[in-house]
């Protein structure tokens, strides 16, 4: 793990809190607006998550996924700011070209199949699904929120590099391997 980093990766916070809990291990990506039309990219291998509350809805999580609307990464932070406290590093990248390769990926996720779907769909067919080891800080910390963090984007610079001193694995490597087991088992 990098010491310290100034990348960060913008997430549903509903996501994040999932990420932070061990529910899941896994980011779905389409990209944003800003990606242009090669759309997104594994631009980076290890991030801070960047919570974000736009676009998410109960709607769009498994029943019995809600909650994770109230948990920290999912509430607004104090305003002017953005709450940090989640890293990521990326072990695996799939990229998913046909429909049919969703079966069964809503198992590994608290999204629901219909947003999986729409994701899938969006503007050309396709997908990317990361396997990401999530490590999470004692205490998270807040930064100022600034104009060019907004967007519909994926990657933000941050205006300095933070340390990943104290940062502990969400799940214990056991754990993390019966994940990612889980998306081997899916894969075949």
């Not at 932070?20 to 607006?33: C, D, F, H, N, T």
């Not at 809600?66 to 104090?78: D, F, G, M, R, W």
């Not at 933000?156 to 994940?179: C, D, H, I, W």
Request: net charge negative.
């Amino acid at each position: 793990m990098q010491a310290e980093n100034q990348i960060a990766f913008k997430e549903w916070g509903a996501i994040c809190a999932a990420l932070a809990e061990g529910r899941q291990s896994l980011i779905v990506r389409k990209g944003g607006i800003h990606e242009g039309r090669d759309g997104f990219r594994v631009e980076h291998r290890e991030f801070w998550l960047f919570p974000t509350r736009f676009h998410q809805g109960a709607d769009q999580l498994q029943a019995g996924q809600e909650n994770l609307l109230s948990q920290p990464y999912a509430q607004e932070p104090a305003a002017g700011q953005i709450r940090l406290g989640l890293y990521a590093v990326v072990e695996q990248v799939l990229e998913l070209q046909e429909e049919s390769q969703l079966a069964g990926l809503e198992e590994l996720l608290v999204l629901n199949q219909e947003t999986l779907a729409q994701r899938f769909v969006y503007k050309r067919p396709g997908l990317y699904v990361l396997l990401v080891r999530a490590y999470q800080m004692p205490q998270p910390f807040e930064i100022k929120d600034e104009a060019r963090y907004g967007g519909c984007r994926s990657w933000v610079e941050l205006t300095q590099a933070y340390s990943t001193e104290g940062a502990t694995p969400v799940l214990t490597e056991e754990q993390f391997q019966r994940q990612k087991q889980a998306l081997e088992t899916w894969l075949s």
